[in-house]
């Protein structure tokens, strides 16, 4: 695989890979938005119980927290993983092709 090649199958690795980030965070935007209550000038109020967890979960390491907690964040990396196994067998498949 020429550098051009590597370069270009990379740009589109990222755009693939930006286009699932942002999937993920409008997800997690509509559940925090479901979870507020409106107020009258447009903004949100969040229950103070999901700001404690949510305050404790960004402040623990991960190997620090609890095992739901962990499987949670498994369950969303395990999105990524085909396409990364997808573009991975592709460079494989490249690099031996020039061999």
Request: with cysteine.
């Amino acid at each position: 695989m020429s550098k051009a090649q590597h370069s270009e199958s990379f740009a589109s690795l990222l755009e693939e890979l930006a286009a699932l980030e942002h999937q993920r965070w409008s997800h997690w935007q509509k559940y925090v938005h479901e979870k507020a209550q409106r107020q009258p000038d447009g903004s949100l109020v969040l229950p103070a119980d999901l700001v404690a967890r949510w305050e404790r979960q960004f402040r623990t390491v991960y190997a620090d927290l609890t095992e739901d907690e962990k499987n949670s964040d498994r369950e969303q990396v395990q999105n990524y993983l085909p396409i990364l196994e997808r573009w991975l067998s592709q460079v494989c498949s490249e690099s031996e092709d020039d061999v």
